[in-house]
């Protein structure tokens, strides 16, 4: 078994690596001088069961081409199988068409990969729970919430607390999180603007007041959903709120949100590194959820 890492998320390659004794191959991922993406695996990878990792995070388009690239080397270099683990799936919020001219975008994400040479896909809390059908390959759709269940239980007064969802479309993945905490659920109705992204009501159902409440969603990006939902959360007399969230694909105007907004923690994961530090963003790891499942076959 070998384990290549892309340039996207090399730690948490490592980190699956370390799991198996294993270093990463050795790999020169570089830029010709006209733009375009140059790949180099330096070790023989001939009979060798392969696993590469790679996040489609920012800049995603130059992720997703340097991860074709791999596949393609790692198939002429003579690898037996290769196994692909997509922490972060990006266009993975485009999986429907709000507009008569506009693409699924993640379907034709999961059309390319399942063309490539790969014999499984590892994916893990994905938007659309039924994305993973898209891919005509095995596709594995992994869950932090187990990650986020440990995180809780040594970190939070559960006593005091309650689970939130931020919109109708994750109550069932609240809801599994707060069965697991034994713990009560309470929900927003949000409504936003589907050409504009903006929230433009949020109205909660349930009794937070001096709570703890635990905010429960897959992706954060542009923080808004944060800023809404803790501000209507404090405003029902909340004594603190913590936002949980698989995936981080923040962009800068995010990291100023939360640093603004009157939350006292965002807890993502490592599925995507993380671009800049702050006090209030802590990061939980997931490589042993990834490792476990890649056991099964190795």
């Known amino acids: 078994m070998k384990i290549i890492s892309g340039s996207s998320n090399i730690s948490l390659a490592t980190a699956i690596g370390e799991a198996f004794s294993l270093p990463l191959v050795k790999l020169d991922i570089s ?76 379907k034709v994400i999961a059309n390319v990969l399942s063309n490539c040479y790969v014999r499984r896909i590892y994916l893990m809390d994905v938007h659309n729970t039924s994305t993973p059908g898209f891919f005509s390959v095995p596709t594995t759709h992994l869950s932090a919430q187990s990650a986020f269940v440990t995180y809780a239980q040594a970190n939070f007064d559960l006593k005091q607390a309650v689970v939130a969802s931020p919109d109708f479309g994750g109550l069932k993945r609240a809801r599994v999180f707060a ?56 405003a029902a007399q909340a004594k603190k709120v913590h936002f949980l969230a698989t995936h981080g694909p923040m962009v800068s105007k995010a990291y100023q949100l939360i640093e603004a907004a009157p939350i006292d923690s965002v807890v993502v994961t490592n599925t995507i590194a993380p671009e800049k530090e702050s006090k209030k963003i802590k990061v939980v790891d997931v490589s042993d959820i990834f490792v476990k499942s890649l056991e099964q076959w190795f």
């Open 179 to 234: 069965d697991a905490l034994q713990l009560n659920l309470v929900n927003i109705d949000k409504q936003r603007d589907l050409q504009s992204g903006q929230i433009s009501s949020a109205i909660l159902h349930g009794n937070v007041k001096d709570k703890i409440v635990l905010i429960v969603d897959d992706t954060i990006q542009s923080g808004s959903t944060i800023k809404e939902v803790v501000e209507t959360m404090k």
């Open 31 to 106: 830029q010709f001088a006209n733009g375009e993406k140059r790949v180099w695996i330096e070790e023989s990878l001939a009979g060798e069961d392969v696993v590469i990792v790679q996040s489609l995070s920012r800049p995603v388009d130059e992720h997703l081409i340097e991860l074709l690239l791999l596949i393609d080397s790692v198939e002429r270099l003579g690898a037996r199988d290769v196994h692909l683990v997509v922490p972060w799936l990006g266009y993975s919020l485009q999986d429907k068409v709000f507009k008569p001219g506009e693409p699924i975008a993640v």
